[in-house]
């Protein structure tokens, strides 16, 4: 028996996309290798996180050619960022904590982390879990989000239900 040509086509792609998006899907700006710009901090609230965002400027990780990020917590399960460009010191800040879970993601280090980005790509991973935010994926499972940085904006796409990986720590 034949299907019909829509539903192949509909299996082909479900199970194409079963593995998740990748970073190549969303490629990047070139590596930016000039002087890093002074991060601009002029807000109360980019001053309250002064400590954490110097010191993601002088990290070596960067997102999208010229972006690096910086991260610290906001209580349990909570997690707040800055993306800051090296270029110009412009600092985008997140304003609303995103809950994270206790399964976050291996990144290309191979160190587990609740964001994931990379230099070469503009998409940008957040790890969720937790019966409010992972709506739709299995018990052993955890999603992760989607987003990509255009015009100095997070922009979401989408979630993925990832299978979970208990063994890391």
């Known amino acids: 028996?034949?299907?019909?040509?829509?539903?192949?086509?509909?299996?082909?792609?479900?199970?194409?996309?079963?593995?998740?998006?990748?970073?190549?899907?969303f490629p990047g700006d070139s590596l930016y290798q000039g002087e890093r710009a002074k991060p601009q901090l002029n807000t109360p609230e980019k001053k309250q996180y002064r400590t954490q965002i110097i010191e993601a400027?002088?990290?070596?990780s960067v997102f999208n050619g010229h972006f690096?990020?910086?991260?610290?917590?906001?209580?349990?399960?909570?997690?707040?960022?800055?993306?800051?460009d090296i270029q110009n010191g412009?600092?985008?800040?997140?304003?609303?904590?995103?809950?994270?879970?206790?399964?976050p993601m291996e990144g290309a280090d191979g160190k587990l982390h609740w964001v994931d980005y990379?230099?070469?790509?503009h998409a940008f991973y957040i790890s969720r879990c937790g019966l409010d935010v992972a709506e739709g994926c299995a018990e052993d499972e955890y999603q992760r989000n989607l987003f990509v940085l255009e015009?100095?904006?997070l922009r979401y796409v989408h979630s993925e239900c990832i299978l979970a990986q208990s063994d890391k720590k």
């Open 68 to 84: 690096v990020i910086a991260e610290w917590g906001c209580g349990s399960n909570c997690l707040e960022l800055a993306i800051v």
């Open 1 to 25: 028996m034949k299907l019909p040509h829509t539903i192949v086509l509909i299996l082909i792609l479900a199970v194409s996309n079963w593995a998740g998006t990748t970073f190549a899907e």
């Open 151 to 153: 015009d100095h904006k």
């Open 57 to 60: 400027v002088k990290s070596n």
């Open 118 to 121: 990379r230099a070469d790509s």
């Open 90 to 103: 412009e600092v985008l800040m997140l304003r609303h904590s995103m809950p994270n879970c206790v399964i």
